[in-house]
Every structure is written in structure tokens, then in C-alpha cells.
Nanobody
Framework: QLQLVESGGGLVQPGGSLTLSCAASGFPLADYAIGWFRQAPGKEHEGISCISPSGVSTHYEDFVKGRFTISRDNAKNTVYLQMNNLKPDDTAVYYC??????????????WGQGTQVTVSS
């Protein structure tokens, strides 16, 4: 059974950094594109970034460009989201999703359970 587990969330001060992990079990992660999303209280899910199955292609939303970096280690069946210069507006539950391609990750795929990121002084 395909499962994704996010980890690495926590409380960080503005300007700080966190690295989130999305670990897969039950399937080879290398077969899937992985997207990162977030949902803040009272807001809808929003896409952040996506990485192709091979890792060659990456995509970022404008509001995280230059601050967040997505990467993957298919040998470890894990995708990462390095988040730098965090802002209070980045506070949200962060989710990863596996799909056949980045073009589809917004509309179909398997979700993880999420990890909370809180940016506050």
C-alpha cells in the first residue's frame, strides 16, 4: 500500500530554517513526481513546489522561490523541502503528494498526513 509520511516540522523563529522530509513506503518513490503543499488555518491548500520522478525538473511557486529548495534521494525513498528565511506567513500544515507527474500533482495522487510548521518569535 502506497504511504507517505512527512516529518521535520516544528517551531522556528522568523528568518530560521527547517528541512521537511517526505518518506515513502510500499512503492518505489522513483516512479512518482512529488509535490509539496501547505494549508494555513482558514485557508485552502496551496501548492509550493514539485519535483519530477528523476529529480531533473523542479517547479516553485513565486512566493517560495529563492527561499525553498526541493530535492530527492530515490535510494532513500525520500523527498526533502529545505526552507530558509521562514516568515510567519509560512505557518501551516505541510503535506507531500505523490503523483504520476508534476502536471497532475494538483489534481490527483496520494497524500501524506502532514507536518506542522509554525514560524513565530
Amino acid at each position: 500500500q502506497l504511504q507517505l509520511v512527512e516529518s521535520g516540522g516544528g517551531l522556528v523563529q522568523p528568518g530560521g530554517s527547517l528541512t521537511l522530509s517526505c518518506a515513502a513506503s510500499g512503492f518505489p518513490l522513483a516512479d512518482y513526481a512529488i509535490g509539496w503543499f501547505r494549508q494555513a488555518p482558514g485557508k485552502e491548500h496551496e501548492g509550493i513546489s514539485c519535483i519530477s520522478p528523476s529529480g531533473v525538473s523542479t517547479h516553485y511557486e513565486d512566493f517560495v522561490k529563492g527561499r525553498f529548495t526541493i530535492s530527492r534521494d530515490n535510494a532513500k525513498n525520500t523527498v526533502y523541502l529545505q526552507m530558509n528565511n521562514l516568515k510567519p506567513d509560512d505557518t501551516a500544515v505541510y503535506y507531500c503528494r505523490a503523483s504520476s507527474a508534476c502536471a497532475w500533482v494538483r489534481v490527483q495522487g496520494t497524500w501524506g498526513q502532514g507536518t506542522q510548521v509554525t514560524v513565530s518569535s
